[in-house]
């Protein structure tokens, strides 16, 4: 047996695994067991239901029946694809690729990415995107999950930098979770939470969540708050402690700007106003206040709850204003921790892999950043027009602005809200290149090509989890069949490319993409940091391997990465202050009416991962949650005359589905919850004319005007029986 050390793909916890692989009979090294990696900093050893079964996920029997061995070429949509060579398959999507850009410019193809994908792959896609076909249409599954917590970083703090670590679970003397079921979404983490409140009793945890989940359950207070109302519940929270001189006049003077502004706003966020608005108790919003502000350290973990909303930015930034007002920032056991949901959505950002970002956290704005970025790649310029992100993207195939999309592990026909207008966009796509790891997606059926890709236990390259840790992720088995690794596909279509367009090379450059392995990418990327607010100069592959995970930045000379952001009070703005934010409070972007009378939501299971491409091979995942249904409260389940396993029509402005009732004290009346993973070959008999497309059928594509992240968590629907 042999055993090699690297990183779970799942969530931004970032978990450190050790593989253990046995050769087969026909000799090839097979994954036969996981471990958690006693020496990783993330973990320490500890794996979730999820991790602590990924070796199933490899299994071979399993892949010949859930992978993408060979390219393929679909001659008409509808027909079954036909496997080709991998020369036939690069050649026919460069010449597409490169036809559509000749006839229609840059603008009209555009390439859609993941936050599973490692630093290195996202880094090839981008440098190929803005470098080489010249638009900045490039964008990443990570809009719909972390682009709210990034934009509300960058307003208040100046840069997209989670100021904490993990450690802070250990040292804080209150925590603050909202918009946040740590307990499913993030369980290595939540663990570490019950282990710090064994060690101090006094520790307190707060809970703020419309649904009463495991971790809300586990709360010493729990706030139950009406869906999207959370701006008006901090801006609640800052009125009593203005009121009762609970904040930190000192720190609000010495570090920060725009107070102000911010208090004036707040007057009119009184106890008795924000008990109506949210629905909950006027003492235990005091007490809120109260241990959020008169706590030694204070911190504050949240998530989808917070960006997944049309108001994800100023739900963001109302937060953050709370940690500023009471200086708690910037010492252990406190700040505004924004947990990650994939495992390398914050490397992706890092490489500047979305449609209004540049390389190590340059802004496309800046014309000197663009000349760093042009002068880094070798190429005349970077265009300075923003991309299309996520949602326009799908919009702009429907239209027929986008010609052509090049999607890269991910699932969009089932993760996208409001799916039939995104099923139409790829229906009505002239050319649809799909690169996946496996061959059964919602996806794969629109794919004029497909490219296998390599995928966990076979690929070699970095990530970055949600306290800024990169970790190195190894191969401990050959490609399945003859995928190859995303970055490969990207650099062999971009040599292509780069033979078919007119260049933006300068002179000398030979190619963009010199690379004979990660590690050339990895190397480039880290110049690219260098003075950066991400400086990793200091980090190599090899210091990876021999110190283990480290946290950026590590500037050159550095031994370790940097813990926690911000200890001095300066702050990466122009003024070196942060700023607070005057946040209005909005209602849900669409409202519940007559018509369509609840509020439905959408969340994780404990044991399923996304659209389930992975965790849907392992039936022991299936035992905590088996299958799809709507949580309806006792209340109106009652009311309906509805038990557990009736069916109703789950039907919003966007579409209707059919699912069985669960009846569940943990969901508030005149609400409803679905979880999001369940796509169509799991909800049988779709309602009405169109077909079934699980819950995202139904949800709203009303996206924040800042972040341009959807309102994934609320949508309004009418739930009839069936
Ligand atoms: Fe993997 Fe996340 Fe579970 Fe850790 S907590 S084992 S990273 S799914």
Redesign the pocket.
């Known amino acids: 047996m042999a055993e090699v050390k690297s990183?779970?793909?799942?969530?931004?916890?970032?978990?450190g695994?050790i593989i253990e692989t046995t050769p087969s009979i026909n000799g090839n090294l097979e994954v036969t067991g996981v471990r958690?990696d006693p020496d990783h900093p993330?973990?320490f050893g500890?794996?979730?239901?999820?991790?602590?079964t990924?070796h199933l996920t490899a299994n071979p029997s399993l892949q010949k029946q859930a992978r993408l061995g060979l390219p393929a070429i679909r001659n008409a949509r509808g027909e079954a694809p036909i496997d080709c060579t991998w020369p036939q398959a690069i050649k026919t999507v460069a010449k597409k690729f490169a036809d559509i850009i000749n006839e229609h410019g840059p603008e009209s193809v555009g390439i859609y990415v993941s936050g599973q994908l490692l630093t290195e792959d996202y880094y090839v896609f981008n440098k190929l995107m803005k470098g080489l076909i010249g638009s900045n249409n490039i964008d990443t599954n990570s809009r719909l999950c972390m682009s709210s917590a990034v934009a509300g970083y960058k307003q208040t703090l100046g840069m997209d930098a989670p100021p904490c670590c993990y450690e802070d679970i250990d040292s804080a003397s209150t925590i603050f979770i909202t918009g946040s079921n740590t307990a499913f979404a993030?369980?290595?983490?939540y663990r570490r939470l019950e282990d710090a409140r064994k060690k101090n009793p006094d520790l307190k945890v707060i809970v703020v969540d419309p649904r009463k989940t495991d971790t809300a359950k586990e709360a010493d207070l729990y706030l139950q708050i009406q869906p999207g109302t959370d701006v008006a519940l901090y801006h609640g929270m800052l009125y009593i402690m203005l009121w009762e001189k609970w904040i930190d006049e000192s720190y609000i003077k010495s570090y920060t700007e725009g107070f102000d502004a911010l208090r004036d706003l707040v007057r009119d966020f009184t106890p008795k106003a924000v008990s109506e608005i949210c629905g909950i108790k006027e003492k235990d919003l005091f007490q809120a206040a109260q241990w959020f502000a008169r706590s030694p350290a204070t911190l504050s973990m949240y998530c989808q709850g917070l960006n997944q909303s049309a108001s994800g930015t100023a739900k963001n930034a109302a937060l953050v204003n709370l940690h500023l007002a009471t200086g708690q920032i910037g010492k252990a056991g406190a700040g505004p921790f924004s947990l990650t949901g994939q495992?390398n959505a914050m490397g992706g950002r890092e490489v500047g892999g979305l449609a209004n970002l540049l390389s190590a956290h340059r802004d496309l704005a800046n014309p000197e950043h663009r000349a760093e970025v042009a002068s880094l790649w070798g190429v005349h310029s970077v265009p300075e027009k923003p991309g299309l992100s996520a949602i326009p993207m799908f919009e702009a195939l429907r239209t027929g602005s986008l010609k052509a999309i090049w999607i890269v592990c991910t699932n969009p026909a089932q993760s996208m809200p409001d799916l039939n207008a995104v099923h139409e966009g790829l229906s009505k796509a002239e050319f649809v290149v799909v690169q996946e790891a496996y061959a059964h997606t919602a996806t794969t059926l629109y794919a004029d090509v497909l490219l296998p890709a390599t995928t966990w236990a076979e690929k070699v390259g970095t990530v970055t989890?949600s306290e800024r840790r990169i970790s190195k992720v190894n191969a401990a088995i050959d490609p399945y069949e003859s995928a190859k690794h995303d970055w490969r596909i990207a650099l062999e279509i971009g040599h292509a490319l780069e033979a078919l367009l007119s260049g933006n090379r300068i002179e000398g450059v030979s190619t963009l993409f010199p690379y004979s392995g990660p590690e050339d990418i990895w190397n480039e990327h880290r110049e690219s940091t260098r003075g950066r607010d991400l400086d990793i100069t200091g980090l190599s592959y090899q210091i990876l391997e021999d110190r283990g995970p480290q946290q950026w930045p590590m500037p050159k000379g550095s031994y370790f990465g940097k813990k926690r952001l911000y200890e001095n009070g300066v702050f990466p703005t122009k003024d070196k202050k942060a700023h607070f934010i005057a946040a209005p409070y909005k209602a849900t972007a669409e409202s519940v009416d007559a018509r369509y009378p609840f509020a439905l939501n959408t969340g994780r299971l404990r044991d399923q991962?996304h659209g389930m491409s992975r965790t849907g091979t392992v039936g022991t995942l299936y035992a905590h949650s088996p299958e799809p249904c709507v949580e309806l409260s006792p209340k109106d389940a009652g009311r309906m005359n509805l038990e557990n396993g009736d069916l109703v029509h789950v039907t919003s402005r966007r579409g209707s589905e059919i699912f069985p009732v669960k009846v569940s004290e943990d969901i508030a009346s005149s609400q409803a919850f679905i979880a999001m993973h369940w796509g169509s070959e799991f909800i049988s008999g779709a309602a009405g004319k169109t077909p079934s497309r699980g819950v995202n059928g139904l949800t709203c594509n009303l996206i924040d005007p800042v972040s341009g992240q959807p309102e994934l968590k609320h949508s309004a629907v009418k739930i009839l029986p069936a």
């Open positions: 990183t779970c793909c799942y969530c931004g916890v970032g978990c695994v958690g993330a973990n500890r794996l979730c239901s999820k991790g602590s990924l993030h369980p290595i983490l495992p989890n991962w």
